[in-house]
């Protein structure tokens, strides 16, 4: 039987922490790797397609071609470390506050699955959920979450667990949430540079 349950939406990027996290790491694989600088004229070619297709896959991929494994397996683990720091003050905060408040807390990020789980490990989210990506080529996408499929991802988690989601509040910065928002009761908009609402 189906249990309807309240839920309470969270984007990480822009919205719980600045900068992004794939800046993050891309800069810093720029910094101790001359990878990454035989690519530019690949990533030149993403920014352009960009413009023309903002919300593409195929760009959002091979921009990030230059990632290998083994820079995954030495670079992650000290950008989470880092990037922890940089996490608003109220966001772990707010967190508990809707977990007490009896709300499940679900997080839903773009980010790629070798940053974000450890990124808000201490968090306490019912569910993070994020892109999942090819553990041999990880910068192709397994399955990309972002705009919609933030919310074909929500229902999955749903029907797994076998609940009816009623979204009570939802967090963002960025216009791509459009679908995931527009569910909320309540939708509240943060400004990615302050962490303050708007």
């Known amino acids: 039987m189906l249990k309807p349950v309240d839920v309470v939406l969270f984007d990480f990027d822009g919205t719980l922490s600045w900068p992004d996290s794939n800046l993050v790491f891309g800069r810093h694989c720029f910094r101790h790797s001359l990878r990454p600088w035989l690519f530019l004229p690949l990533m030149g070619v993403c920014y352009v397609a960009r413009i023309f297709n903002p919300g593409g896959v195929w760009w ?5 071609r230059f ?34 408040a009896g709300n499940k807390v679900i997080l839903l990020s773009t980010s790629p699955d070798y940053l974000i789980p450890k ?14 990506m090819d553990s ?5 996408y397994k399955k990309f979450c972002c705009g919609k ?6 229902d999955e988690w749903a029907r797994a667990h076998k609940y009816i989601p009623h979204v009570v509040r939802a967090y963002s910065d960025s216009k791509s949430d459009l679908p995931m928002m527009e569910l909320a009761d309540q939708q509240i908009w943060i400004n990615p540079k302050t962490g303050m609402p708007r």
Do not use: Y
Not at 60 to 64: F, K, M, V, Y
Not at 136 to 140: E, I
């Open 149 to 154: 499929n933030k919310v074909l991802a929500m």
């Open 119 to 132: 990124l808000v490990a201490d968090m306490k989210f019912d569910a993070v959920i994020c892109s999942q």
């Open 60 to 64: 959002r991929q091979n921009i990030r």
């Open 136 to 140: 041999v080529r990880p910068w192709k």
């Open 67 to 100: 990632i290998t494994p083994n820079m995954v397996k030495q670079f992650a683990p000290v950008c989470i470390k880092k990037h922890m720091k940089n996490r608003f003050g109220w966001a772990a905060e707010r967190v508990a506050a809707e977990r007490a």
